[in-house]
């Protein structure tokens, strides 16, 4: 599969479509799987829609990663944080679609935080709990390097203790 250099958000998110297609039919080799994934989350967008799609996939792709996913997404300095922020935004979302009562929404959330957590632990990087110690901070506080992050989203208090809690076990 051929990952172009610079590639969109949307473009990302239709190649990560297209390669979880190939992956499930057993139509691309691991070398190959490996190849392209690391090439998707080298750049911010890439990465951005590598795990839009992923994470949400209707398929059972993402409830139990290949090595060759593991391996890929190790290779990026990008996906640390973008770990760290998919974990806190289903952790806040699924709390947000209760409260409005559409519990199948939640209940997509929660597969999202569910995936999210297991890749965070199988991906073991150091900087997953250096970032998510920040963010914890950032929520508990309401200062800290990711202060705009919980305000560009609008969390409330009871969001933010929730992304809290889902930092904490992180790094325990």
Known sequence: MNIPETVTFEDALALTQSL??????????????????????????????????????EGTLADNPSPEVIQALQSSDIVPELLVKNLAMSSAAGLKHRRNGDEETAQGSDQVRSRTTNLIEQVKMDQVQEIAAELRESAVTGEGNYQAFLKRWQYDAEQREIIAQAMEIINN
């Open 20 to 57: 979880m297609s190939q992956m499930a039919a057993g139509e691309i080799s691991p070398p190959e799987i490996e190849q392209a994934i690391a090439q998707l989350v080298k750049t911010k967008n890439g990465a951005r829609g590598f795990f839009v799609t992923y994470l949400t996939s």
